[in-house]
Structure formats: structure tokens, C-alpha cells
């Protein structure tokens, strides 16, 4: 309350009346203008778990992306003769990577062992049948990431639709259509997948048809509950008294507005069925060999587990980076995306 | 009077993306025990947040920048996390604007009424359900010994605002501060809730802060009101002061814009344009741009508070005695002689005015 | 405003609602019956205002007239057809001729679009201008109509103040030319110095486009400032009708009474001695058959045959009073 004014100087205009402002000139808006989304991103940015993981995946996205058209070596060509090589790179001065394993008590330089040529070594050594690993790796996550674009896509195709359709009808077509997705979520995955496998031959066909099954029924959860709370929002009622069509409804105003849990949810959804697929070749009912999956080189690595430990280390890290990656992302996303958590 | 409660030059900004919204500048003043002081003003004005920083309860981005918040001879602002929970819901309670979600739904009333007891009390559990069921009645619940176990979604929305401040008078505090505890509710219920504040008040003597924007509401429950702009208190005075001989042109206008009953002219009065934005607040009175009064002055320099009574204060150029008289709008002048009158019938008193050469004193 | 008595006769009737009942859960346990039997009209070019605490109907009256919800039962015509009979061609012209404001400033504005796509949301569906600079123009003609900056055009809703949103909103429902306006709760959610701004606006454009509105509102020194006539709604059903001056000076319902009475006013002094009036509600769950009934011309109450006397002494008493 104590002011002070002394420091002020008044004089005889400073009781001049002043004209009111320009009102147009109080309403402007001086902050910068973001929409939604760039101020999620702004938000995102923040969280640094979240800004890692996004990186590492598109590293790792980049090279499964290359691992299409080029690998070290040939990840199916056997060199029985180069069984078993522990991890070299160069001329093995790198610890961990030097070519050399611990045979009953003594280091033996396993690559002269096996008289592998001077310059030819293999990142993360090779397995019982001399493939290299590392090649193995390449394809094994390349797989397991088209899995989960493929749940991407199931959950999109699927999913996002009949979660609105649910929602937004109601009624008796929401009942039946939330019957359909409680008969279908009470049967067990593994049951489905078995089922695909007495009609169908195990691989990729089957798991995909197996999650084209079930896989999608999260987010049509998701999006239908989303849809039941938005469809009383004021906006959309404001369209339909303007005679907007439900379709463009559909587009205009609700995918724009569940758009943030479709992303989240997919974010989560990848890296689940990622370890499905894992899941399923690691007890062998998933992709046949020859091919590598992440799945099917744990399966491989964790039978020599005792004596060639890098054999799975190297998958088992992999797969956990990017399950952590997705689910940090996925997490980080979600608060950014979450106005409440907004300062 | 003594007072319970006294906030001193407090400043509070908030760091944001955009930079430090200054939410709170410099804001003064005290509760007296056993009245209820009203907080007025636009949405936005800080109201909130004054009233949260006395609870400890601000958000994670705030910083005080400056003041202190006595309270028993203890500043509020100092004190530790655990202390502060001990003043929280036993000395100083707090209720929320939104009845729906204060309430745990999971949860039996009675057991939420009686929690602040066992939290705070060495209460027994028995002793604790007792004191709620008295409670329970004080605000109004009939037949509260068989609602103690029902749930809040068997409430109506009125009822529920019931329980609501039963769990904060349960401790009888000292202090209870009712952030628009009626905004939500129908005008019905919202005269029976603050009949139920007025009778709490008598019968547990508390002191009570009343956070709103319905003037009519003011009207019925302060004993003083403090009306603030753009995080700043900019008049304050006793409720007759306030709504009949108001000094402020915001006050003015936030008076003008209210139709009566008898309004009958083509257009209400608006209060141009919109509050300023906080993240660079304008230089001198921050109400300037919207005021039909504004002088070069207001855009120079900050008004300090000039005295119109012993209660009375209001920060406003126009009360300079340099400044050219104002005629206040029509409406006002009405209330204005209203108050005459009312001082004339004896119905009101007259404030007293006593010259003092303290701080408050105007500027020159 | 109005004069006391309203000769209905020589004005033509926009909305007519006769015995509308709007039940939701129909049948079932929950059953609610939101509206229950209620009739009224309301005249081209008059406000129209419906007041009554939350929950007694107000919001679901307006948009079954506005064909968001189908009736249980009883008509709606507007402009002297039935709108549950309107063809699905003849659809979109209804959509055009009536449109509604909103409550929530935060709810009613997509988040996701620009405002200048918010605003010509309706011009795109009925096809009202031609090409991008057409739209353009009319985007900023409608800013202009309800005050605010043409470059607000490319900002996003939550950059805006309740009341810079609630104008938004009315930009919107002005933009394919409506002639009636149900306007529900469109300043309950806005501070009391904003109020006035939106208020002072839907007067000024109702006066430039002859609109005619139904004005509801809990508030009721903001009804009674803005309406010509008031019904005063409870338990989704009508209570009293009449003009406004009549309903807020010459209460008859003893609901309407009770009402009245707990209106908060910025009168410290009147605050100090005023006395609530409580409410019996006996008189509506009493069993008996009652139905709007006109006591004094214009002025109708929901009542018996036998309790019509009772509510005519008390109003001549009034008049006695003037
Ligand atoms: N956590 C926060 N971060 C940033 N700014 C904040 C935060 N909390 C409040 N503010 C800002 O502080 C100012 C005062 O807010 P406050 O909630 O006190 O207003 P109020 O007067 O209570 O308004 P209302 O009537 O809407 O409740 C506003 O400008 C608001 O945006
Ligand atoms: N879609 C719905 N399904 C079931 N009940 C409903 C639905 N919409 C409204 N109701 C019920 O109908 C009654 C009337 O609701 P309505 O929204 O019309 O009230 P209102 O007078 O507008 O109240 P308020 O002032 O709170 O907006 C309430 O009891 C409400 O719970
Ligand atoms: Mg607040
Ligand atoms: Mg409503």
C-alpha cells in the first residue's frame, strides 16, 4: 500500500484526460500463435527420456529401413566352419569385441582357431551355424518392426473406425458391437494363435492374422470411450444444428480431436506386439526358420546361453531398447498430449 | 479489531513457456477475526491465487517473489511443508468451487467429514464419527445419522456442496476461505448455502474469506470486500462502502454492468475491451486502456491508495486532489444518494474518516 | 421490451410447442422425464425466456426444438410446420433458419480448428460462398459484426478469453443467416463485466437482423433485462408464463415466488432484509391434473380449475397495488 509516489512527477497535464484506446488494439492476442500440436511437440521437447527414446528409434528404424537392401553379410549363409566366433570388430583391440573367448581356463583367439581370413570379422560373432549375427540382428528387428507397423495398421483399419462407429451410434449397435469385442478379448491370445496355426503353417501369416484378430481391441476401446464423451461436446452438437453429415463429423471434428490417443495408443500398442511376436518364436511357434526374428534368435542364443552368453545379450538388449524406447515415448507423448498436466 | 490474518506486499509470478506470467503484484491486506472479507473481480485477477498461497497450495511454477502472510504471529510463506499441513484443514480450511469433485466417490461421507479429524486430532475413531455426525447436521444434511454411510452420488448437487463444507468446518478453523463455493449451483441453492455460512459463521465464530464474481452475492454475505484487477487489489472498503459509495472506475463499471431489476435502458453498460495480459503488465494503472476516465497519468504511473475513510481506500488517479472532479456514471451517482439516505435514516453508519499522516497516506 | 399485455393475436407465431414431452431411458428404470407436457409459442421478433434451476428441463426444451433429440411425444412446428416431419432435403434449409448458442465457452469451439474455419463452418455446409476469397471476406465481415480483429481469423480457440470465445460462437451460428437463435446459458459461464458485452451484442444484432431468440438462463435479472416474455420452468414443466415485467413483478406461481426471492442483488441493504421465500412442492406432486391456464390476459399459470379464483384475487390484488 505504501507506494511510493514521490519519485513520480506530476505536472499540470498529467490529469489530462486520454481518449480510450483503440479497442481492437486490447484485444490483441501477442503471444505466438500454436496449434495444438506444436505446442504438444513444444512440450515433448521437454522431456528428455522422451526426446532420447524418439531418436534411438529412428536410428534403429533407419537401419532395419537399410537392412531391406543391405546387410554386412548374407544373414541366412551358413559357414559351418565359422561356428560359434565371438565378437570382433577390426583387429580386436576394442574390449568385449576382441575375438577371443575363455575355453575351459584359457583366452583363445577363437578366430585364428577357425583360420577366418586376416580382415574378416564379425561385429557380433555368429552362431551354431556360422551365420553372422549381426546381420541376423539387422533383419530380426527389421521384422519385428514391420509386426509393428502391421498393429499400426490393425489398430488404424480397425480399431479407430469401429470405436467411433460404437460410440458414436449407440445404443443398441453399441451394445452389440461391445458384446463382439468382450466374446473376442475374453478368448486368450495364445489360443488364437494356435488356432491360426492348425489352419495355416506358422510364420508371419499367422501371427499377423492372429493380431488382425485381436490386436486392434484396445484402441477401439479407447476411441470409443473418447467418442462417447466428445459426442456431447458442445462443438460437435454445433455441427449438427448446422447440418454437417456424421461422415464429415467422423473427419472433421473427431479424429482431429482423438487424434492424440490414437498416437498414444499406437505407441503402445507397437512394442506389444513387437513381444508377441517374440513371444511366439521364442517358444517356436512363431517364424519358421531360416528366417531371423528377434524372437528366434533369443530362442537360439538362450539354448548356449552358459557358454556363448553374447549370443542372446546382444537381441535380449536390443529387444529391451526398444521396448523401454517405445514405452518412454509413448509416456512422454501422453503428458504431452494431456492438457492437464500442462504449466 | 484483531486481526487473524494479514498478507503484506505479496508478489507471485509463474514461469511459463512464454515467460513469467506476474500474476500477483503486490498485493495487501488483512482478515479480521469473526468477518468475512469478499474477493471480487474478473476471471483471471488473481483471486485464486492469492487465497491458494495462503493455503500453501500453489502450483509447481509459482515463485514468491516477495511479502510475507502472517498468521498468528507466523509467516505462512516460511514455514515447512509439514507445518503447513498442520495449519491446512485444522486451522485454515478451504472450499472448492466444484462440489463434484471434491468428494472421494468411493468413499462414505461420514468417513470424509470425520478424515480431517483423525488426520490432524489424536481424535479416537469413535469420538471423530460423532463430531462428523454433528457436524453433518450443523450444515444441514437431515437425518444425518443414517447418511453417514451413504455416497456422494446419492446427494443432490446442493447437498453435496453441504458435505463439502462440512469437511472443512469439521475442525472448526480459524480461517475458512470458500474459493466460489456457489458458482456452480442454481440461485436457490445458492441462497441456502450462504444463509448456511452466515448461521457457521455465529455459531463457530470463524473468520471467512469468500472468493466470487456474483456482486449480488457479495452484497449478501461480506462484511468488507477487496476488488482486484490484473493481480492487483485496486479498491477495498466495508460492503456498504463498496456497493454504494464505490471510488474505483473499475468498480464503477463491474457495478454499472449489473442490470437491477429496474434496469430498463436499450443497453447495459460493458466494460470495454479485456484484461490486460499479465506477462507484461502495462506500466501504470493496468485498468487504464478500458477506463472512460483514464488521464496521461494512469498510463505513467502506478495509483497509490488514496483514503476515503478509515476502512475506505481505492488506488485511482482520480482521487488526486489535483485531478479534475468526475462525475461517477448515472447508476453510480443512484447508489451514492441511496447511501445518503440510508446514513441519513440511520439505517447504515457513517464511515468515520480520521486524518492520519501514516503510510497509506496519498501521494505529492 | 414489451408492454404488459401482449396481443398474440396479431403476431405471427415462429415456434409453436404444443404438449411436448422429451423422456430419455424411456421404459427403463432410469427412466427420466426430462420435459413433462409442456405447450408455449413464441412471436417472430420477440426474446423469448426460459428460466428454472438446473436440471428442470431448459436445455433439453431448446434442443428438441432444434431436432438435436426426437420427442416422446407432442409437436414442434416451427414456421407453421412440424419439424419431425421436415424431409431429408428440406433438412438443411431448417438447419439454416435455426441455429443455437451455447454454454460452455470452452466446449463449444473445436480446439483443433482455426477460428476462421470454425466460423465458416456453416458456410462451407450450405455452400454459401463460392471461392477462398469469398469465404475470407465473409469470415471478417461476421469478426467485425460481433467486434472482434480480422486477424484473429488464424488463431486457434484457446488463445481467446471466455467472452472473445462466446462471440466467436455467435459468429458462428450468425453466419448462415438464421431467423431464430435458441441461445442456451450464453453468459452463465462469463464474468459479470463480460456479460454485459455478449448481452449488449445479441440485443444489437437481433434489433439489425430481426431475430428472435429463446433466451434461456438461470440468471434472472439478465432474463428479465433481455426478454419480452418469460416461462419459468420446474421439473420439466412450466410453471408461469407471461410477460417479463409481469413475472418479475406480479409472481403468481408460488414456485416463481420462491425464485424471485433468492435472486442475490448488489444491494448490501436489501441483502440485509431480505427474506427467502421457501417452496412447497406439494402443490405440484399432489396428484391433481393441472395445466397452464390463463388468469389475466397473458399472464398463465400452472393450475386446477379450482385453484384459478385463488391466483385471480391475487393478481387483481396486484393491480389494486399499481
Ligand atoms: N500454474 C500456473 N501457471 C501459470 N499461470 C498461472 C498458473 N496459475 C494461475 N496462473 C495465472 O495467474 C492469473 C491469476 O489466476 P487465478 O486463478 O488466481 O484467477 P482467478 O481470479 O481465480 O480467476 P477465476 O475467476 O477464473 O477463478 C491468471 O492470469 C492465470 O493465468
Ligand atoms: N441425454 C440424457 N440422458 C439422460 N438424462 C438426461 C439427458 N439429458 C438430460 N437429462 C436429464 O434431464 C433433466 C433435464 O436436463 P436439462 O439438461 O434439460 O436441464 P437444464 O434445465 O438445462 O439444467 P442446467 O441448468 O443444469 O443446464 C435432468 O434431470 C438431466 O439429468
Ligand atoms: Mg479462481
Ligand atoms: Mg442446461
Redesign the pocket.
Known amino acids: 500500500m505504501a507506494d511510493n509516489t514521490s519519485d513520480i512527477k506530476l505536472n499540470a497535464d498529467s490529469f489530462k484526460p486520454v481518449a480510450a484506446n483503440n479497442v481492437d488494439e486490447q484485444e490483441k492476442i501477442s503471444a505466438p500463435s500454436l496449434t495444438f500440436f506444436q505446442d504438444a511437440i513444444r512440450r515433448l521437447r521437454k522431456n528428455k527420456a522422451a526426446v532420447f527414446s524418439f531418436w534411438l528409434l529412428a536410428i534403429i528404424i533407419l537401419i532395419s529401413i537399410v537392412s531391406i537392401w543391405w546387410t554386412p553379410s548374407d544373414p541366412n549363409a551358413q559357414h559351418v566352419a565359422y561356428a560359434n566366433l565371438p565378437p570382433k570388430i577390426a583387429n580386436g583391440s576394442i574390449p568385449g569385441f576382441t575375438g577371443k573367448a575363455n575355453v575351459g581356463g584359457n583366452i583363445v583367439d577363437k578366430y585364428a582357431a577357425a583360420k577366418v581370413p586376416k580382415g574378416t570379422y564379425y561385429v557380433l560373432g555368429t552362431d551354431y551355424l556360422g551365420r553372422d549375427l549381426f546381420s541376423r540382428l539387422m533383419k530380426g528387428v527389421a521384422l519385428s518392426l514391420l509386426i509393428g507397423l502391421l498393429a499400426t495398421l490393425f489398430d488404424l483399419v480397425i480399431g479407430v473406425p469401429y470405436g467411433i462407429i460404437s460410440g458414436w451410434k449407440g445404443g443398441k449397435t453399441d451394445t452389440i458391437m461391445q458384446r463382439i469385442i468382450e466374446i473376442i478379448s475374453s478368448i486368450p491370445n495364445l489360443v488364437v494363435v494356435i488356432l491360426m496355426l492348425l489352419l495355416f503353417t506358422p510364420g508371419l501369416g499367422s501371427i499377423v492374422v492372429a493380431m488382425g484378430i485381436t490386436g486392434w481391441i484396445t484402441m477401439a476401446r479407447l476411441v470409443r470411450a473418447e467418442t462417447l464423451t466428445l459426442k456431447?461436446q458442445e462443438y460437435i452438437l454445433a455441427a449438427r444444428t448446422l447440418g454437417e453429415s456424421p461422415l464429415r463429423i467422423a473427419l472433421k471434428h473427431l479424429i482431429p480431436n482423438l487424434s492424440s490417443t490414437i498416437i498414444i495408443q499406437t505407441m503402445f500398442s507397437i512394442p506389444t506386439a513387437i513381444f508377441f511376436e517374440a513371444f511366439l518364436s521364442f517358444i517356436g511357434i512363431g517364424i519358421p526358420a531360416p528366417n531371423a526374428s528377434l524372437g528366434t534368435l533369443l530362442s537360439d542364443g538362450q539354448k548356449t546361453f552358459r557358454f556363448l552368453p553374447y549370443q542372446m545379450w546382444y537381441p535380449a538388449a536390443v529387444i529391451s531398447i526398444i521396448m523401454i524406447a517405445f514405452n518412454l515415448l509413448a509416456d512422454g507423448l501422453r503428458d504431452a498430449f494431456d492438457p492437464k498436466t500442462q504449466e | 479489531m484483531e486481526k487473524i490474518l494479514e498478507v503484506k506486499d505479496l508478489q507471485i509470478d509463474f514461469d511459463t513457456f512464454a515467460g513469467s506470467v506476474k500474476a500477483i503484484r503486490n498485493v495487501d491486506f488483512h482478515l479480521n477475526k469473526g468477518e468475512t472479507l469478499a474477493i471480487v473481480g474478473e476471471s483471471g485477477s488473481g483471486k485464486s491465487v492469492t487465497v491458494r498461497s495462503i493455503m500453501g497450495l500453489l502450483a509447481n511454477n509459482a515463485q514468491v517473489t516477495s511479502g510475507s502472510i502472517d498468521f498468528k504471529g507466523r509467516d505462512i510463506l516460511k514455514l515447512s511443508n509439514r507445518e503447513i499441513e498442520k495449519i491446512r484443514g485444522n486451522d485454515i480450511s478451504m472450499i472448492f468451487q466444484d462440489p463434484m469433485t471434491s468428494l472421494d466417490p468411493t468413499m462414505p461421507i461420514g468417513k470424509q467429514v470425520a478424515e480431517p479429524l483423525l488426520i490432524h486430532g489424536s481424535m479416537s475413531k469413535k469420538k471423530a464419527m460423532a463430531r462428523a455426525e454433528e457436524v453433518l447436521e450443523l450444515v444441514g444434511i437431515t437425518n444425518a445419522k443414517n447418511r453417514m454411510k451413504d455416497y456422494p452420488h446419492q446427494f443432490s448437487g446442493g447437498q453435496r456442496q453441504r458435505i463439502v463444507i462440512a469437511i472443512a468446518i469439521v475442525n472448526y478453523p480459524e480461517i475458512l476461505i470458500a474459493d466460489e463455493p456457489t458458482t456452480a449451483l442454481?440461485v436457490t441453492i445458492q441462497a441456502q448455502i450462504i444463509d448456511l455460512m452466515k448461521e457457521l459463521q455465529n455459531k463457530i465464530e470463524t473468520s471467512i474469506i469468500f472468493i466470487t464474481h456474483d456482486l449480488g452475492v457479495v452484497a449478501g454475505i461480506a462484511d468488507r470486500v477487496a476488488v482486484m484487477y490484473a493481480g492487483k487489489i485496486i479498491e477495498y472498503g466495508s460492503v456498504d462502502e463498496i456497493f454504494y459509495n464505490p471510488q474505483h472506475p473499475y468498480t464503477w463499471g463491474l457495478l454499472n454492468s449489473m442490470p437491477t431489476l429496474d434496469t430498463d435502458s436499450d443497453r447495459l453498460y460493458a466494460i470495454p475491451g479485456t484484461p490486460p495480459n499479465l506477462l507484461n503488465p502495462p506500466k501504470g494503472d493496468a485498468f487504464a486502456p478500458r477506463n472512460p476516465y483514464a488521464m496521461a497519468i494512469d498510463y505513467e504511473a502506478m495509483p497509490p491508495f488514496f483514503k476515503i475513510s478509515d476502512t475506505h481506500y481505492a488506488a485511482t488517479w482520480l482521487l488526486h486532489p489535483d485531478a479534475p472532479k468526475t462525475e461517477p456514471p448515472v447508476a453510480i451517482k443512484k447508489r451514492q444518494a441511496e447511501f445518503q439516505r440510508l446514513v441519513a435514516e440511520g439505517k447504515i453508519n457513517q464511515p468515520e474518516y480520521e486524518e492520519e499522516g501514516g503510510v497509506k497516506d496519498d501521494a505529492e | 421490451m414489451m408492454q404488459n399485455n401482449p396481443q398474440p393475436q396479431e403476431r405471427k407465431k415462429l415456434v409453436e410447442v404444443k404438449h411436448l414431452k422429451?423422456y430419455?431411458?424411456a421404459g427403463r428404470r432410469?427412466e427420466?422425464?426430462?420435459?413433462d407436457d409442456i405447450s408455449f409459442e413464441i412471436y417472430e421478433g420477440e426474446t423469448f425466456g426460459?428460466v428454472?434451476?438446473?436440471?428442470?428441463?431448459?436445455?433439453?426444451?431448446?434442443?428438441s426444438i432444434i431436432r438435436l433429440?426426437t420427442p416422446t411425444s407432442g409437436e414442434i412446428e416451427f414456421n407453421g410446420t412440424d419439424i419431425s416431419k421436415i424431409k431429408h432435403k428440406d433438412m438443411l434449409q431448417f438447419r439454416r433458419e435455426m441455429q443455437m448458442i451455447f454454454?460452455d465457452p470452452y466446449a463449444s469451439l473445436n480446439p483443433r480448428m482455426k477460428v476462421k474455419d470454425i466460423i465458416a463452418e456453416g458456410l462451407d455446409i450450405h455452400h454459401l460462398v463460392k471461392n477462398e476469397a469469398e469465404r475470407d471476406a465473409r469470415v471478417n465481415e461476421l469478426l467485425d459484426l460481433v467486434g472482434l480483429s480480422h486477424d484473429h481469423a488464424t488463431r486457434y480457440p484457446h488463445e481467446f478469453s471466455g467472452g472473445q470465445r462466446q462471440r466467436i460462437g455467435i459468429a458462428r451460428a450468425l453466419a448462415v443467416e438464421p431467423r431464430f437463435i435458441i441461445a442456451?446459458?450464453p453468459i452463465?459461464a462469463l464474468d459479470v463485466s463480460i456479460q454485459a458485452q455478449v448481452v449488449n451484442l445479441l440485443r444489437d444484432i437481433q434489433k439489425e437482423q430481426n431475430l428472435t431468440y429463446l433466451f434461456?438462463a438461470?440468471d434472472l435479472s439478465m432474463v428479465k433485462y433481455i426478454s419480452d416474455r418469460i416461462a419459468v420452468?420446474h421439473n420439466?414443466r412450466l410453471m408461469e408464463l407471461s410477460s417479463a415485467d409481469e413475472v418479475y413483478n406480479h409472481p403468481l406461481h408460488p414456485y416463481t415466488k420462491s425464485l424471485l426471492s433468492a435472486v442475490p442483488l448488489p444491494d448490501p441493504f436489501y441483502e440485509r432484509n431480505r427474506h427467502r421465500k421457501g417452496y412447497d412442492d406439494r402443490i405440484e406432486t399432489d396428484g391433481q391434473l393441472r395445466s397452464l391456464k390463463e388468469i389475466v390476459p397473458g399472464h398463465f399459470v400452472l393450475a386446477t380449475e379450482e385453484e384459478v379464483a385463488g391466483y385471480q384475487a391475487a393478481a387483481e390484488e396486484y393491480h389494486l397495488d399499481d
Open positions: 456431447t | 442454481d | 422429451q430419455f431411458n432410469n427420466v422425464k426430462a420435459i426460459l428454472g434451476e438446473s436440471g428442470s428441463g431448459k436445455s433439453t426444451t431448446g434442443r433429440y454454454q442456451d446459458e452463465s434461456i438461470h420452468m420439466g
